[in-house]
Structure formats: structure tokens, C-alpha cells
């Protein structure tokens, strides 16, 4: 049984720590990558992580982990509100699937109360800060445990 979770990162995560901290935070992407990694080493899995300012790439990495990934944890920020396409491409991964946002989307903008992704994710961390990404990766583990017993 596979033990990768691939970990994605929407448009302007890159920017995490320097764009609008006040709702994101002040952790860097890499500070972010470290954290996924040390959680996922505490859980036995291997951690795949990537960011993309691409739509296409992330369909991509989407289609690259069918077959390969036990779970998915997918953070696809503005996309969230607007890729069917990504939507389509998670309907294809047969893993469980956590969707994180780091603000609490549901307290900001009306057309952020929406998300495609959330109705193939098998979970939905919202409003937890990059802490929601480690939340993520101990459901993901429970989930592949469970499906392996």
C-alpha cells in the first residue's frame, strides 16, 4: 500500500508570509513544506509538496498521483471558487482527499463561501491557519489506515 500524500498548493501560495499576513500569517511556504514533512514523518507517510500558480499543472499533479497517492491534501485557494476542471480531475483520484484553506473562508468575501472542491473532498479544514495542513495529514493517515484494515 502506498504511503505518499501529495500535498497541493493553489495561486499566490508562494507568496505565504508576504502577502496580506494578516489573514494568512507570517509562516513561508518552505516554513510550511517543513511542517508538512516533520507531521507526515510522525505518521508514516511520505509527503509530496507542491505549489502552482497553474490550473493546468495542478490538474496535472492530480492526474500524476491517481494510481501512485493514497490521499490527497489540496489547498487550491482562488481556484477553489472557480476550476471545474479541477473539480473533474479530483472526481478521477480514488484516495480520500482534505481540502485546507487557511483563512476562514466562511467570515471573507461572499464569493469565497463556495467551493467545487469541497463536494469530492472526503474533509474540509478551513480557518485554522497552516496548522489545518498537519489537522489534514493525521485524517488523511486515519483514512488510509482504516481503508488498509
Not at 505518521?43 to 495542478?58: A, D, H, P, T, V
Not at 490538474?59 to 490527497?72: C, F, P, T, V
Not at 466562511?106 to 472542491?117: L, M, N, T
Request: glycine share 10%; hydrophobic share 45%; aromatic share 6%.
Amino acid at each position: 500500500m502506498s504511503r505518499i500524500v501529495v500535498v497541493l498548493n493553489g495561486p499566490n501560495l508562494n507568496l505565504l508570509g508576504r502577502r496580506q499576513p494578516e489573514i494568512y500569517g507570517r509562516e513561508t511556504l518552505a516554513d510550511l513544506e517543513a511542517d508538512c514533512r516533520h507531521v507526515g514523518e510522525g505518521l508514516g507517510l511520505e509527503i509530496e509538496f507542491r505549489q502552482s500558480n497553474r490550473e493546468y499543472e495542478i490538474i496535472d499533479w492530480i492526474h500524476e498521483a491517481r494510481g501512485r497517492a493514497a490521499g490527497l491534501v489540496i489547498n487550491p485557494a482562488a481556484l477553489t471558487h472557480t476550476s471545474v476542471a479541477i473539480l473533474d480531475a479530483l472526481h478521477t483520484f480514488e484516495g480520500p482527499i482534505i481540502e485546507v484553506h487557511i483563512s476562514n473562508v466562511h467570515k471573507r468575501e461572499a464569493f469565497r463561501h463556495h467551493s467545487y472542491v469541497s463536494t469530492v473532498a472526503s474533509g474540509v479544514i478551513v480557518g485554522c491557519g497552516t496548522q489545518g495542513y498537519g489537522l489534514a495529514l493525521q485524517r488523511i493517515a486515519a483514512l488510509i489506515w482504516a481503508a488498509a484494515r
